[in-house]
């Protein structure tokens, strides 16, 4: 029988509130531990600042088979000496000149120059050549955008993407070869995102004071692509002047900041601030329930991937998204889609929602049976088959 492989894999930094990236890392480690006994993994990361606190937030799994090294080490001085020079900072210093097999930069992000191993990548999407910040239409042919995700695309051993339109773009904009990318999706955790219990319901009711019907809006709010929700306060505002809001309310779950406070006051000045409420910051444990008391979870998105919306379908919520080919290669036939700021378009996909009880109910009964495709047990044995593939010679 081959040795077992040994493999890093670097998790990146948690932010303050955790991002969906960071809950991706969590729920990969845990089902990799619960899928691979046999290989050594080593858990990765490296920054400075509130070492102790934010060293604790990363994964601990209890498993035998894994370890972790989480550095008390200055980002710049990585991105000055490895990322930016080419010297091989990380591997020589910080992994103390450890052998591995495989290293994988699993949140996404860039490479160390990693010579001594297979080197993975993971990519949640393209967005700075497929979602130009300045706001143009996106062109294969014109100058690389960041010339750091290209380096860094071109140098790893492989990429993992997390959906087929993230690999189309990868060979489109990239001219990577396909048999260099392994498409791996994003899941959801099944055991945490359900369909909650009626106790559930009503404790998150009563404890987020919740109107008994309502659209939902999640955060971040920033950046305000991410959700456009300035559109959904629009098309809101528009289905309350036209009488056909039939008593629902909207509700902003996320982190109070100056962006959401723009966006309540927009709600006043279009005549509906009384309307509109705000949860602040809600527990994980809680957000099944928030999802599936409304009426429908409203996320427009101009720059959601594969992945997005997951744990809204699993939990048996209606879902109004946007109609880019990521978000609707996950969500297939169990969500609406409109064009992204397409305010009448919204309008008219809140109102079916509001004055159709039979759609509401088929998007619901559609939903957890097409979340339930992305578990994260199947995710992690794929993982575990190309890091064999890989560290054993293969492709």
């Known amino acids: 029988m081959a040795a077992p492989l040994s493999i890093a894999l670097e998790l990146g930094l948690y932010v ?19 899928a691979d006994a046999r290989n050594r993994y080593l858990l990765f990361s490296y920054f400075f600042r509130d070492h102790a606190r934010k060293a604790a937030r990363l994964p601990h799994p209890p498993a ?16 000055a000496l490895d990322l930016e020079r080419g010297l091989p900072l990380v591997e020589k210093g910080l992994l103390a000149g450890r052998g591995f097999d495989v290293y994988h930069v699993l949140a996404g992000g860039r490479l160390p120059h990693v010579r001594g191993a297979k080197t993975v990548v993971t990519f949640f999407d393209l967005a ?10 996106p062109d294969p042919g014109r100058k690389i955008s960041s010339p750091s995700t290209w380096d860094t695309a071109r140098r790893a051993d492989r990429l993992v993407a997390t959906g087929d339109y993230t690999k189309n773009d990868l060979i489109r904009y990239y001219g990577l070869p396909e048999e260099k990318i392994a498409v791996i999706p994003t899941g959801v955790n099944l055991k945490v995102f359900r369909e909650p219990s009626a106790e559930e319901r009503a404790r998150a009711r009563a404890r987020y004071a ?9 955060g971040p709010f920033v950046p305000p692509r991410r959700t456009n929700a300035e559109s959904t306060v629009r098309a809101f505002a528009a289905l309350n002047r036209a009488g056909r809001l039939a008593g629902r309310r909207l509700v902003f779950v996320g982190a109070r900041n100056a962006h959401l406070e723009g966006l309540l006051a927009l709600a006043a000045e279009l005549g509906v601030g009384e309307l509109c409420a705000a949860t602040g910051y809600a527990a ?27 744990e809204v379908l699993a939990c048996g ?22 064009t992204p700021n397409d305010v009448p378009a919204l309008v008219e996909a809140m109102g079916a929602l509001i004055e159709e009880p039979a759609l509401r109910a088929g998007l619901r009964a559609k939903g957890p049976a097409r979340a339930a495709r992305y578990s994260y ?12 593939s890989l560290g054993r010679g293969g492709r």
């Open 64 to 79: 035998a088979n894994f370890g972790t090294l989480y550095r008390r080490f200055p980002e710049s001085l990585v991105r």
């Open 377 to 388: 047990a199947r995710i992690a044995e794929r993982l575990v088959a190309l890091y064999e």
């Open 210 to 218: 919740l109107p008994e019907s309502y659209f939902m809006v999640i």
């Open 284 to 310: 994980l444990e809680d957000l099944p329930a928030l999802y599936a008391l409304s009426d429908g979870v409203v996320h427009p998105t101009s720059v959601e991937g594969f992945g997005y919306g997951l």
């Open 16 to 34: 303050e509130f955790k991002r969906g990236i960071d809950y991706y890392v969590d729920n990969v480690v845990e089902a990799l531990a619960g």
């Open 317 to 338: 919520a209606p879902f109004l998204t946007s109609d880019l080919p990521g978000v609707l290669e996950s969500v297939g036939d169990a969500a609406l889609a409109v």
């Open 128 to 137: 700075p050549e497929a979602f130009p910040v300045d706001g143009s239409a």
